[in-house]
C-alpha cells in the first residue's frame, strides 16, 4: 500500500477513534496501529505525517513506545511547534468540537484537559495568521491589539508567529476574565472595577493565560485586564497605534460593535482587523454595518469564520 494511502486511512481512523470513544472500535484501531509498528519499516515517517494534524492523539502515544527522530516537513512547521510546544506543558490537549464553535468538521482547537471548552484559535486558522502576519511585515515592531484574550492560546501564538518570522512584535491583549464560570462576578462587574482588587486564583482562563506568559516569556505579550472598549481611554493606551486588531471577545448584543468602533482610535488607515466568530449573533450585526460604510469585508471559512475587515483607502475613522 502506497505511504499516503496509508496516512489517509490512518488518518481517519483516528479521527473516528477521536470522534467516537467506542470500547469496541477503539482496541480494534490500537491493535491494527500495534501491528503496523511492529511489520512497517517506515511507520514512524508516517506517524510523524500524521501528527501534524493529530499532535496529542492518545492513540499514537499508545501504539508507539518511542518517538523516532523524525524531521519536520509540514510547511507550517511553526503552527507544528507552537502546537506541540503548548500540549508539552501537559495541562492542554487537541480538541475537535463541533457544532457552534467549530464549524467545520474536522479541525483541532487546543483546549484545557478536563474542560469542555474549546481554547480560541483552531489549527486551520493559525495557518490562516501565518498568511496575515507576512502580509503586514514591516521594518519596525509589529503592533497587535487582541479584545479577548479567553484562556490566551492567540495571543501567544500571534506573538510567536511573528518572531518565528524574524517580525518584532509587541502584543497587547484585552480580557476582564468575567465570561469564566470561577470569576467573582460581583466584584468584577461591579461599579468602580479595579483589576488589582479581585481575585482570580480560581479563574481557569486567566490562570492558563499567566502559565502561557511563562511558557513563553522571550515574547512580548502584555495584559490589560479591564473592560472594552473603556479601556481604550487609559493613558497607557489611548496613544498607541495598532496594525493588527483581533476581536474575539463577546461575541453577543452590541459588544462587537462596541468593541470595534470603540478602539479605531487606537488604529491607523492601514490597520487590519480580524473578527472571530463571524456567524454569532452580535458579529453578524457588526457586519452588516461594515458592509453598509466605507470598509472592505472579506469572509473566511475557517473552523469559526474569521472575517477581515480593512478600510477603502480614501475612508476616515467613521462613527458607530
Known sequence: MHADTLIDVLS????GTEL???????????????????????????????ELDFPSSPFLRAATATRAAVPAHDPDEVVQAFVARVIGM?????????GI??????????????HPFPVSLAFGE????RRLLAGLRKPEVLTVLEIGTGFGVSSAFLAYCAAADGQPCAVTTVDPFVEDRHSDHSTVLAP??????VDYSHNLSYNSFQALRREFAELAVEQVLDFSPRCFA??????????????????????????????????????VFALHDS??????????????????????????????????????????
Open 90 to 98: 501537559g495541562a492542554y490537549e487537541a480538541s475537535h468540537p463541533n
Open 234 to 271: 487609559r493613558p497607557d493606551l489611548a496613544d498607541r497605534k495598532f496594525d493588527l486588531v483581533f476581536i474575539d471577545g463577546n461575541h453577543f448584543d452590541d459588544q462587537p460593535s462596541e468593541d470595534f468602533f470603540g478602539c479605531l482610535p487606537l488604529t491607523h488607515p492601514g490597520t
Open 101 to 114: 464553535v467549530n464549524r467545520h468538521f474536522g479541525d483541532f482547537h487546543i483546549s484545557l484537559r478536563e
Open 192 to 197: 468602580g472595577y479595579d483589576a488589582g482588587a
Open 126 to 129: 493559525m495557518k490562516f495568521f
Open 12 to 15: 481517519l481512523l483516528i479521527r
Open 20 to 50: 467516537n470513544r467506542s470500547e469496541r472500535f477503539t482496541p480494534l484501531v490500537l491493535e491494527f496501529l500495534s501491528k503496523l509498528r511492529a511489520e512497517y519499516s517506515g511507520f514512524p515517517q508516517l506517524r510523524a505525517a500524521i
Open 279 to 320: 456567524h454569532a449573533p452580535g458579529v453578524e450585526r457588526l457586519l452588516v454595518k461594515l458592509r453598509a460604510g466605507p470598509w472592505t469585508v472579506a469572509p473566511h471559512p475557517t473552523s469559526c469564520n474569521l472575517s477581515v475587515v480593512t478600510r477603502a483607502a480614501d475612508a476616515a475613522h467613521p462613527a458607530a
